[in-house]
C-alpha cells in the first residue's frame, strides 16, 4: 500500500514540474518555434511534440534540469525532422523512366530561401558542398552540366553551338552526374542523419 501512495505522490509532483515548465517556457519556445517556420499550424505541432518529450522524460524518471533549454533544442531537433522528411519526400517521387528527365528545376531540390533560419542555412551549405562538387568535374563535364541543369540549354541547343555531338555531350553529362552523386553523397547522407 505504501508504494501505490509514493506512486501516486510522485505522479502528482512530476504534474506539478510538468505544469509549471510548461506555463514558464510554452510562449517563449513557441516564439522560437514561429521564427523558423512560416505555418502557425507546423509551429504548433513541432511545439506540442516537444512538450510531449518533456512530459515523457519525467514518466521515464529522467527529469529535464535546465527544461528551457532542453526544450529549446527539442523544438529545433524536430522542425530539422521535418524539414528532412519534406524534401525526402520532394526527393522520393516517381523514378523517371528511361529517356525520361524530372521536369524538377535544380532550385526546387533546394530548401526554399524564404523558409526560415534553418531553411536558409541548410541551403547555403547545400549549395558550398554542390559549388565544390562541381568544382572537381572535368572543364568539359562541368560546361554541359551547368549548361544543361541550371541555364536549362537541351542538347541540341548545346551540340548546335558547340559543333560536338549529342552523344558526346550525353557522355558528358552521365559522367558529371555520376561523380556528383558519388561526391556529394556523404555530405547528404551526414545531412539526413545527423
Given at each position: 500500500?505504501?508504494?501505490?501512495?509514493?506512486?501516486?505522490?510522485?505522479?502528482?509532483?512530476q504534474?506539478?514540474e510538468?505544469?509549471?515548465?510548461?506555463?514558464?517556457e510554452r510562449?517563449?519556445?513557441?516564439?522560437?518555434?514561429?521564427?523558423?517556420?512560416?505555418?502557425?499550424?507546423?509551429?504548433?505541432?513541432?511545439?506540442?511534440?516537444?512538450?510531449?518529450?518533456?512530459v515523457?522524460?519525467?514518466?521515464?524518471?529522467?527529469?529535464?534540469?535546465?527544461?528551457?533549454?532542453?526544450?529549446?533544442?527539442?523544438?529545433?531537433?524536430?522542425?530539422?525532422?521535418?524539414?528532412?522528411r519534406?524534401?525526402?519526400?520532394?526527393?522520393?517521387?516517381?523514378?523517371?523512366?528511361?529517356?525520361?528527365?524530372?521536369d524538377?528545376?535544380?532550385?526546387?531540390?533546394?530548401?526554399?530561401?524564404d523558409g526560415?533560419?534553418?531553411?536558409?542555412?541548410?541551403?547555403?551549405?547545400l549549395?558550398?558542398?554542390?559549388?565544390?562538387?562541381?568544382?572537381?568535374?572535368p572543364?568539359?563535364?562541368?560546361?554541359?552540366?551547368?549548361?544543361?541543369?541550371?541555364?536549362?540549354?537541351?542538347?541540341?541547343?548545346l551540340?548546335?553551338?558547340?559543333?560536338?555531338?549529342?552523344?558526346?555531350?550525353?557522355?558528358?553529362?552521365r559522367?558529371?552526374?555520376?561523380?556528383?552523386?558519388?561526391?556529394?553523397?556523404?555530405?547528404?547522407?551526414?545531412?539526413?542523419?545527423?
Amino acid at each position: 500500500m505504501d508504494a501505490a501512495l509514493t506512486d501516486r505522490l510522485t505522479a502528482s509532483a512530476q504534474d506539478r514540474e510538468i505544469a509549471s515548465t510548461v506555463q514558464r517556457e510554452r510562449g517563449r519556445l513557441l516564439a522560437f518555434i514561429r521564427r523558423r517556420t512560416a505555418d502557425a499550424a507546423e509551429a504548433e505541432d513541432v511545439l506540442q511534440d516537444a512538450l510531449y518529450e518533456l512530459v515523457l522524460a519525467y514518466r521515464m524518471m529522467r527529469p529535464v534540469e535546465q527544461a528551457g533549454a532542453w526544450l529549446t533544442r527539442v523544438a529545433r531537433n524536430r522542425i530539422v525532422d521535418r524539414f528532412r522528411r519534406k524534401s525526402r519526400e520532394r526527393l522520393t517521387g516517381p523514378p523517371a523512366t528511361d529517356g525520361e528527365e524530372h521536369d524538377e528545376a535544380f532550385e526546387d531540390l533546394l530548401p526554399d530561401a524564404d523558409g526560415g533560419a534553418e531553411s536558409s542555412v541548410i541551403r547555403e551549405l547545400l549549395l558550398e558542398e554542390i559549388e565544390a562538387a562541381l568544382e572537381e568535374l572535368p572543364y568539359e563535364q562541368r560546361e554541359v552540366f551547368v549548361a544543361h541543369e541550371l541555364d536549362g540549354l537541351s542538347f541540341r541547343e548545346l551540340s548546335a553551338r558547340s559543333g560536338v555531338s549529342v552523344n558526346t555531350l550525353l557522355s558528358r553529362k552521365r559522367y558529371a552526374v555520376l561523380h556528383l552523386q558519388r561526391r556529394l553523397r556523404a555530405a547528404w547522407d551526414d545531412w539526413l542523419l545527423t
